[in-house]
């Protein structure tokens, strides 16, 4: 790790709240109504489970942004900076349970530490440098290499390993907050559907492939099925 943990989130933080500026000016920005208030209360129970993980997390200053735009995506960026569009929900028509399994999986790059990870990589083959700009000197200068290492943080693709992690650690963030595990293998299954011939949307990396990570959700049921049965479940709507 060649960037500390307060460095990336803090180029994170900057990068989000430039993502969200722009969302804001074009109009697009999401800060109530029905998607929204289920986003935030998904996000809550399953934030609510992270410090099993990591007991820093309670300290995190997490933060929900839904936007409103056609794109299939969904991130968290490094401390607990979570971003939704309103295309993935839509599109897709998801259920709750489905929601939780993709936030929960974002959750857990971020958890991991995955985008720190790539991040330091990046620099050790010197394609990111200056990243003690972002914290020092000029706004515009900030923003342009945060806005540099979010690409390393959030948008290129994950190694098979790591989604790996974050498709077994949000698997059970999710069973563990009262949604049903069985979810995950559905999204799958809906995203393969609606993305067949097409360009995989930016949050689902070709590594490993989709029939491939249905075999392994599968196989990790019976291992977080127990969490879910024993834990309190989401109120149901009125």
């Known amino acids: 790790m060649m960037v500390s ?6 180029v994170s933080a900057i990068s989000y709240n430039e993502q969200n500026q722009k969302a804001k000016e074009k109009n697009i920005l999401v800060g ?3 998607t929204y208030d289920r986003l935030k209360t998904i996000s809550n129970r399953l934030i609510q489970q992270t410090s099993i993980f990591r007991d820093d997390t309670r300290q995190w200053n997490w933060q ?5 735009a056609s794109t299939l995506n969904a991130t968290c960026a490094p401390g607990g900076k979570i971003t939704f569009y309103t295309g993935l929900v839509e599109q897709l028509n998801l259920t709750d349970d489905e929601i939780a399994a993709i936030m929960g999986h974002e959750i857990a790059h971020a958890l991991r530490e995955h985008g720190r990870e790539r991040l330091s990589q990046a620099m050790a083959q010197s394609a990111v440098t200056n990243i003690a700009m972002a914290a ?3 706004y515009g200068s900030a923003i342009s290499v945060a806005n540099q290492a979010a690409q390393y943080v959030l948008v290129l ?5 790591n989604e790996s992690e974050a498709d077994a650690i949000g698997l059970e963030l ?26 995989s949307p930016e949050f689902l990396s070709t590594h ?4 491939t990570r249905i075999e392994q959700l599968s196989a990790l ?3 977080v099925e127990p969490l879910y049965l024993s834990a309190e479940k989401p109120k149901a709507k009125p």
Do not use: C, H
């Open 157 to 161: 693709p994950n190694s098979r390993q």
């Open 208 to 211: 490993p492939s989709g029939e």
């Open 32 to 34: 109530s109504g029905p």
């Open 5 to 10: 943990s307060a460095e990336v989130d803090r």
């Open 64 to 68: 929900l942004t839904l936007i409103n």
């Open 136 to 138: 020092a000197g000029s």
């Open 174 to 199: 999710a069973a563990r907050a009262g949604y049903n595990p069985q979810a995950a293998i559905s999204v799958w299954k809906k995203m393969m559907k609606a993305t067949s011939g097409k360009t």
């Open 221 to 223: 049921m019976s291992a």
